[in-house]
């Protein structure tokens, strides 16, 4: 009993988990990768899964205490996930430290990068050409316009979800 309490997980921390688990499952609908033609790569899937917590992160951000230890584990648990998968394909464990350092600092660049493209609706040309630089090989390629309006629509639609339900883990994510 006395070690139930170490041993069971926070509830931010068991909400985070299942966040980053539902922005995962909703990064891999295929529509991303076959209509709107994102990269089926590793690299497209890492800013398709980057995007997701992103949206989570902002949805989270000011909203006191509690939201910003389930965005904490959100995060966490995006950073498990991408050493996990380093683990998988075999990436030997010297440089996954390495590989990780060098992917957190490409998150926080598209953090940043985000947070200036979506500060000025309604005009959706910064979203444009950020998602054009992060999600597609090269300009020009798969239908910005469409992950775009995505990224309009799912902004809303987590605006709209209440914080409630987001800080137990649920989240409900617009069709693409």
């Not at 989570?56 to 584990?73: F, M, P, T, Y």
Request: aromatic share 10%.
């Amino acid at each position: 009993m006395f070690l139930d309490r170490w041993l069971k997980p926070r509830p931010a921390k068991a909400a985070g988990a299942k966040l980053y688990a539902s922005a995962v499952a909703q990064a891999r609908a295929p529509v991303f990768y076959r209509d709107f033609g994102v990269r089926d790569s590793m690299e497209g899937r890492f800013e398709l899964f980057s995007l997701h917590v992103i949206f989570l992160i902002e949805r989270l951000k000011g909203h006191g205490e509690a939201a910003g230890e389930v965005s904490q584990a959100v995060f966490d648990s995006y950073v498990k996930g991408l050493d996990d998968a380093f683990r998988e394909i075999g990436v030997a464990d010297t440089s996954v430290g390495k590989k990780m350092k060098k992917l957190a600092g490409a998150f926080y660049g598209r953090l940043k990068a985000y947070d200036e493209a979506v500060a000025s609706p309604p005009d959706t040309t910064a979203v444009v050409d950020f998602l054009a630089r992060t999600a597609f090989e090269e300009r020009g390629e798969g239908d910005v316009a469409a992950l775009s309006a995505y990224v309009i629509k799912t902004r809303k639609a987590l605006a709209d979800q209440s914080l409630e339900a987001l800080l137990q883990g649920d989240v409900t994510w617009p069709n693409p």
